[in-house]
């Protein structure tokens, strides 16, 4: 099994910017792939970024130019830059490792931008 903790959310003011962390243990080996997602209140959770095994990255129209993800393959961490933030940005963030043949989301971390 795969365990994740996100970090690193918090509250901003718009063009501001803000890294978040994945911390991923455990059974790190079988990942295929990382995601990050993100669910503003009254929304679906949607899909922002993605990194796969190989280190190929993945985006959203909406944070493209804006949002960058990487890894740290030393510290089994994968990282979400997000750069010129805005309000419609706001929302819990999780992050997504993807198996072979499981799914495990880590718990959420909160970004707020203010305007």
């Known amino acids: 099994q795969v365990q994740l903790v996100e970090s690193g959310g918090g509250l901003v003011q718009a063009g501001e910017s803000l890294r978040l962390s994945c911390a991923a243990s455990?059974?790190?080996?079988?990942?295929?792939?990382m995601d990050w997602h993100r669910q503003a209140p009254g929304n679906e959770r949607e899909w922002v970024a993605r990194?796969?095994?190989?280190?190929?990255?993945g985006y959203a129209d909406s944070v493209k130019g804006r949002f960058t993800i990487s890894r740290d393959s030393a510290k089994n961490t994968v990282y979400l830059q997000m750069n010129s933030l805005k309000p419609e940005d706001t929302a819990v963030y999780y992050c997504k490792a993807i198996g072979p043949r499981s799914i495990t989301w880590g718990q959420g971390t909160q970004v707020t931008v203010s305007s």
């Open positions: 990194i796969t095994s190989g280190g190929t990255p």
């Open positions: 455990g059974s790190i080996g079988s990942i295929l792939a």
